[in-house]
């Protein structure tokens, strides 16, 4: 199986099979993708320093409500405006200390906008508020969106490439996961 990566910086769809996964990934979103078909892939980041970020995770600005981070992160890391109808498996809950609301999206079932400027109201962080978010698809929505959404979009957190990963390759590995800093190939 292979991983579909977006390039950023040259604006051009890659294939590569051996790759660097970050291992952190937040439990329930573990349980989540757990849940998914193996058929379907998820949208992802990968940074820089070449790790591949499962899912998408963030910090919540101060005032800042969960549904407006879950925008606002997706916005920022993945340049997706989504209709927040279609979320599922919502679930508040404590990990590490730190308070978070983790989620899915199925993109297929989902109204997306792709080219809006998000505006950001809020500078500082609530430490101590995390979100997480399994935005998952079929391979052909997926693509659809690398193949169209990110022409001239250059992140910020040294984000090179977004990613599609498929569920099954992830379950394969899933007790890699560990919520650590580290990171294994495949």
């Given amino acids: 199986m292979v991983i579909i990566k977006y390039n950023l910086n040259d604006n051009v769809i890659e294939e590569e099979k051996n790759s660097k996964i970050s291992c952190f990934l937040p439990t329930h979103l573990k349980d989540l993708i757990k849940d998914l078909d193996e058929n379907y892939y998820i949208l992802g980041v990968q940074y820089v320093d070449e790790d591949i970020q499962v899912g998408i995770t963030g910090s919540s600005n101060y005032k800042e409500n969960w549904k407006r981070t879950l925008t606002r992160e997706l916005a920022e890391e993945l340049k997706l405006y989504p209709n927040f109808d279609k979320i599922e498996s919502e679930k508040l809950y404590e990990e590490d200390g730190k308070n978070w609301f983790c989620c899915k999206l199925n993109i297929d079932n989902t109204k997306i906008s792709l080219n809006q400027d998000f505006k ?62 580290d990171f294994f190939l495949i």
């Fill in 120 to 181: 950001q109201e809020f500078k500082s962080r609530a430490w101590g508020k995390k979100i997480g978010i399994v935005v998952y698809g079929t391979y052909e929505k997926l693509y659809e969106i690398l193949n169209s959404n990110y022409n001239e979009y250059k992140p910020n957190d040294n984000i090179s490439h977004i990613v599609m990963v498929n569920v099954g390759l992830i379950k394969k590995y899933i007790n890699f996961f560990t919520n650590n800093n």
